[in-house]
T-cell receptor
């Protein structure tokens, strides 16, 4: 199957700093990429959907100024957590989709810890 | 509106016995349905998908699921559990709404396999 990578796999940062997470589709062009957040022992919560070259669509309750998403190419999307706080600590997962409603290919996730 | 209900938060079976993970959905359109598996510290992996072809779908590792429109169900089964099947399983529905394709994850079912 298609491969999606995420970098970094884990990051620890101080409160108030910003953190960027990269999501890459390695062997296919992803028209759509998704960003999820997963709390311990919980399901995935969709944060936003991004299509290449256009603004991301954020789910209700997700602050777009705090979670900046850029999808500049068909193989790369980035999520920047701005002015991170301890409550932003979580497991962030991206996925890439060639076209809807096909399956999504998931990255391995990024564990963010904000001290 | 879409929704996905995984009827059991956890299921425990003995190795070699059948597995049944239940999923009910609601969708306004013709949905695509997926089952994903998440092993500890690993990314989500697609087990199988239904996209309006055969209602009985066979997936990887001996899993299969049957789409039953009359019951709005998409239960996941396997004839004989293996220790390596212990993981978290997510039922996912995707269909096209007024705002484009929408994907919803179920809450997940943790499968325990006893020796």
């Amino acid at each position: 199957g298609a491969v999606v990578s995420q970098h970094p796999s884990r990051v620890i940062c101080k409160s108030g700093t910003s953190v960027k997470i990269e999501c890459r589709s390695l062997d296919f062009q992803a028209t759509t990429m998704f960003w999820y957040r997963q709390f311990p022992k919980k399901s995935l919560m969709l944060m936003a959907t991004s299509n290449e070259g256009s603004k991301a669509t954020y789910e209700q309750g997700v602050e777009k100024d705090k979670f900046l998403i850029n999808h500049a190419s068909l193989t790369l999307s980035t999520l920047t957590v701005t002015s991170a706080h301890p409550e932003d600590s979580s497991f962030y997962i991206c996925s890439a989709q060639h076209r809807g409603p096909d399956e999504q290919f998931f990255g391995p996730g990024t564990r963010l810890t904000v001290l | 509106a879409q929704s996905v209900t995984q009827l059991d938060s956890h299921v425990s079976v003995s190795e070699g016995t059948p597995v049944l993970l239940r999923c009910n959905y609601s969708s306004s359109y013709s949905p695509s349905l997926f089952w994903y598996v998440q092993h500890p510290n690993k990314g989500l992996q697609l087990l199988l998908k239904y996209t309006s072809a055969a209602t009985l779908v066979k997936g990887i590792n001996g899993f299969e699921a049957e789409f039953k429109k009359s019951e709005t169900s998409f239960h996941l089964t396997k004839p004989s559990a293996h220790m390596s099947d212990a993981a978290e399983y997510f039922c996912v529905v995707s269909d096209e709404g007024s705002g484009g394709f929408k994907t919803i994850f179920g809450a997940g079912t943790r499968l325990f396999v006893k020796a």
